[in-house]
């Protein structure tokens, strides 16, 4: 049965794929981000597929602009059926220079360079917001059309860093194990409703947002790189399709007692003990 499926940040690498799925399985497509532009390329790739599918700006910290959002979704698609969170991200303010906290780091006056002790609260505050609050308000408005009705679902983005976080991006890291228990709270606050609230935790995608960290522009590994690689044991990046069938499982009747849970999609990354 077609459903109306609203994404946030879905003018993004993974976001448009998983957009780009469901409207293969019939399913009208909201493309909803912050760059207009990015939305509309996504929607007419749809559309030009033989989709359905409308790209709408939206700001996920604005409450009316999702309104806005909101009400061209329901005249020209319908009420909402199922929302997927996916704007999110990290910012450098929120970032240390490096993992560990050392002695002569406090006398480094390198420029740009950061310790914990220098971390910007703006920065953190960005990330927490772009993160949580990103999450919280879309759901406010769009899971309004959910309530009362059958097949309705949640999906909201976290990441392996909610289990363990990674070194020197605390404010990320600990954003986004908001996001996770955000999730649980949701599912079990909706339960009465008809509305399941789950979240995918992706390991490590190469993204326009971390390439330059991962890699080097020759497309070699960076030493940050190469950890992760070594940790993963199957050896490799995801893919933007390696979420597919995960989403599509969480939003389908099929997964009609499933509900609360964080499933992480990481190549084995959080088994690995390292020996």
């Known amino acids: 049965m077609s459903k109306v499926v609203v994404l946030t940040g879905a003018g993004g690498v993974l976001c448009s794929t998983l957009a780009k799925a469901l409207a293969k399985k019939g ?56 929302l997927i969170n996916g704007a999110g991200g990290n910012h450098p303010l929120g970032t240390t220079s490096n993992p560990h906290l050392l002695e002569e780091d406090l006398q480094n006056t390198t420029e740009g360079f950061k310790t914990f002790f220098d971390l910007d609260s703006e920065g953190i505050q960005f990330v927490f917001n772009l993160n949580f609050i990103g999450t919280l308000l879309p759901t406010q408005v769009f899971a309004h059309d959910m309530v009362g009705k059958q097949g ?6 976290s990441s392996m860093n909610a289990f363990t976080p990674l070194t020197k991006i605390p404010a990320y890291s600990g954003a986004k194990a908001a996001v996770s228990n955000f999730t649980q709270w949701l599912a079990v606050h909706f339960s009465k409703v008809g509305i399941r609230v789950n979240a995918l935790a992706p ?20 030493q940050r790189g190469q950890q992760i690689i070594d940790q993963t044991p199957m ?12 989403t599509l499982y969480l939003c389908d009747d099929a997964s009609s007692f499933v509900t609360g849970i964080v499933i992480p999609i990481d190549g084995g990354f959080s088994a690995y003990s390292g020996v």
Request: aromatic share 4%; proline share 2%.
């Open 235 to 246: 050896g490799r990046y995801g893919v933007p399709e390696d979420l597919i069938s995960t």
């Open 203 to 222: 390991g490590f995608f190469l993204t326009d947002q971390n390439r330059t960290l991962l890699t080097n522009t020759d497309g070699s590994l960076t």
């Open 27 to 82: 399913h009208k497509i909201a493309v909803l981000d912050l760059k207009l532009e990015a939305a509309e390329q996504v929607a007419n790739e749809i559309n030009e597929a033989g989709g359905m599918a409308i790209g709408l700006v939206a700001n996920v910290l604005e409450k009316e602009s999702l309104k806005a959002a909101k009400k061209q979704v329901n005249a020209k698609l319908g009420p909402c059926d199922i």
């Open 152 to 157: 309705c679902s949640i999906l909201n983005i």
